[in-house]
């Protein structure tokens, strides 16, 4: 298995526009995170899906934030309108329900100017 | 509330000297408890796991339940040990199944 797949894995966009990051979970899993990293406040956790679903979005910043799994096998987080203070690295995860480790994709380094 | 600490930001040691890197959480249940390492730019990746007792590159860490803390060790560094090294535990009964990550510490291997 390849893993977690991510792309883009590094994107420069200026403020204001809309940037959308995607994810391939790993097959078989039925959880999926995205996280974000920022030297300030670290490793956050911004929503995570079981079976496709939503459980906790309670970690999205804000109403800019939005993220979509409409299938097992994709994921998408959306930043509009995009501002200098998001850029990070987003990193995507999977694992599966009846576990609890989590396997990391190799993230999204998004630099907003 | 649920919380977990590394206390250090950065620990620097010397080649074959041992490490300790510590965490400690807050939580009144028992949390799975995890450790991830991040190599320089790469992707987290699981280093070890309490409850398998799961490790890669003879790295160990015990619950201390009265102390409520989860440190890792390893009795000689080497110098591809260097990374950041994330606790994470899984506090089970909150409703929320998903990691809490803490802020790292950045291990320097000297040689």
């Known amino acids: 298995d390849a893993g977690v797949i991510q792309s883009p894995r590094h994107e420069v966009t200026e403020m204001g526009q809309e940037v959308t990051l995607r994810c391939k979970p790993i097959s078989g899993h039925n959880s999926l995170f995205w996280y974000r990293q920022t030297m300030m406040r670290g490793l956050e956790l911004l929503i995570y899906?079981?079976?496709?679903?939503?459980?906790?979005d309670s970690g999205m910043p804000e109403d800019r934030f939005s993220a979509k799994m409409p299938n097992a096998s994709f994921s998408t987080l959306k930043i509009q309108p995009s501002e200098p203070r998001d850029s990070a690295v987003y990193f995507c995860a999977s694992g599966a329900l009846s576990g609890n480790t989590i396997y990391f994709g190799e993230g999204s380094w998004l630099t907003v100017v | 509330a649920q919380r977990v600490t590394q206390p250090e930001k950065l620990l620097s040691v010397f080649k074959g000297a041992p490490v300790e890197l510590k965490c400690n959480y807050s939580y009144s249940g028992s949390p799975e408890l995890f450790w991830y390492v991040q190599y320089s730019r790469q992707r987290l990746q699981l280093l070890l796991r309490?409850?398998s007792r799961e490790s890669i590159k003879g790295f160990t860490a015990d619950l201390n339940k009265g102390e409520t803390s989860f440190h890792l060790k390893k009795p000689f560094a080497q110098e591809e040990d260097s990374a950041m090294y994330y606790c994470?535990?899984?506090?089970?009964?909150?409703?929320?199944?998903?990691?809490?990550f803490g802020s790292g510490t950045r291990l320097q291997v000297q040689p």
């Open positions: 994470a535990p899984l506090f089970m009964d909150t409703g929320r199944r998903a990691l809490t």
């Open positions: 309490h409850i």
């Open positions: 899906f079981n079976n496709n679903v939503p459980i906790d």
